[in-house]
């Protein structure tokens, strides 16, 4: 079994194990902690890490396959269902309409996703491919090849973005990706090999467990706190595993949203020098901030990766992205985009080229912040008094949870009032222990009447849940 594949917990108690099991698989679904068309483990591996015969895990997918959560499939394994499948296990017909003498179910709210409200995104693009449209030889030099790590043009415009973050680099070291994901997946490929350890925040973005997993790297989380990475567990990480690089969000971390000084960045920057350790940093989330913070990266130019996308700061469907790299990696990485896929589409980097040089990107990302900080007014109403941790520009929070909840619990009990989110689980590397905290999207919300009420059930489950007895049944 893979080392970070997820795992239930069986606590001892009266039940039978297999429905123990599958009602452990079953809150992971239910809060998204393992996503539709996600692979569950083999009969084999499970009974062995959970210490039970393979037969008490053929009962326990039975039972999740009865239940519309699973689905069996011949000679390949047994995959979490659509999506589609579990609306009908939690109460409607496979015509639509409620099963007899069930309950409607409530509107899920989806504080789940982080994607960013549209702000005027679709009227640009209108408006941009309609200029477009009307150069013919502009159109006809978009339909053909171009150079794996983009046109000088579109390096341009992504130098230009990336300067806006405080990096100074030249077009000549910025290569244009498919989005921040493939940005990251470039410069693995490029940079380690398989059984080379790799560093990360100990509760990190999915992204980077999912590559690692995929390109067989042993992943290590390294010790966070309010700051992000701790200096000395960073030191001792870098000693005794001798890791080949680091992927870290320094500015506005994804899930906690901790952003490190500049005495923490310098410190950080000494270490990895000191040994040599190569820097991926991901600058997603700052892009979003009026003036974030220096890079991480700008302290070791010759051995850090910087990476940038558009899909929280703009729209997810802009697979665009900016990979900043040292001179020495760049046709190194450049021959990884074209191996994977020959280039970034040249008509999707025209369109964000030219809103990064006509200032429609600034408009637009400014637009996004106005929308964030009214979503940050609905929490701090709502949640006034709750311990939750944010940032200005932050379209999440992060929300510990008292005792006596556990994460998943906690979840499902929101699930049953309608409202998903994401638990702490699905951000651990490794089989490290994961905090009883959770990560509240508010741009999954459709509308602020939406986050209020998805905000409002939050509270109530926290203040109520209780002494109501909706957590006795989950108390330790």
Known sequence: MAMNAWLPRIDAGSDPKYQVIARAFAQAILNGQLPAGEKLPPHRSLASELHVTTGTISRAYAELERQGLANARVGDGTYVAQARAREMSSGTSAHGGLRPGMPPAPALIDLGQNVPQSTGEAAALCATLHEIASDERLAAELLQYAPEAGSMRHRLAGAAWLGRAGSPASASRVLVTQGAQHALASVLRAVARPGDTVLAEVVSYPGIIALARQLRLHLVGVEIDAEGLVPAALDLACKSLHPRAIFCVPTIHN???????????????????????????????????DTPPEPLATRLPDQSFLIAGLSKSVAPGLRVGY?????????????????????????????????????????LNGLQRAHIETQHQVASEVLKGV?????????????????????????AALRQEGVLVKTADSFVIGRNAAPHAIRVCMTGAPSCEALTRGLSIIRTTLDHGLESGMASSYAP
């Open 255 to 289: 899930p906690t949203t901790a952003t490190m000084s500049s005495e923490r960045r310098d410190a950080v920057a000494a270490i990895l020098q000191r040994h040599g350790v190569l820097l991926i940093e991901d600058l997603v989330p700052a892009m979003l901030l």
């Open 387 to 411: 311990t939750y941790r944010h940032a200005a520009t932050s379209s999440h929070l992060w929300l510990p949870l008292p005792e006596p909840w556990r994460a998943a619990e906690f979840a």
């Open 323 to 363: 990979l900043q790299a040292p001179p020495a990696w760049c046709s190194k990485i450049a021959a990884v985009i074209r191996s994977d896929c020959w280039m970034t589409a040249p008509l999707m980097a025209e369109v964000v080229s030219r809103w990064i040089e006509n200032g429609e990107m600034e408009s």
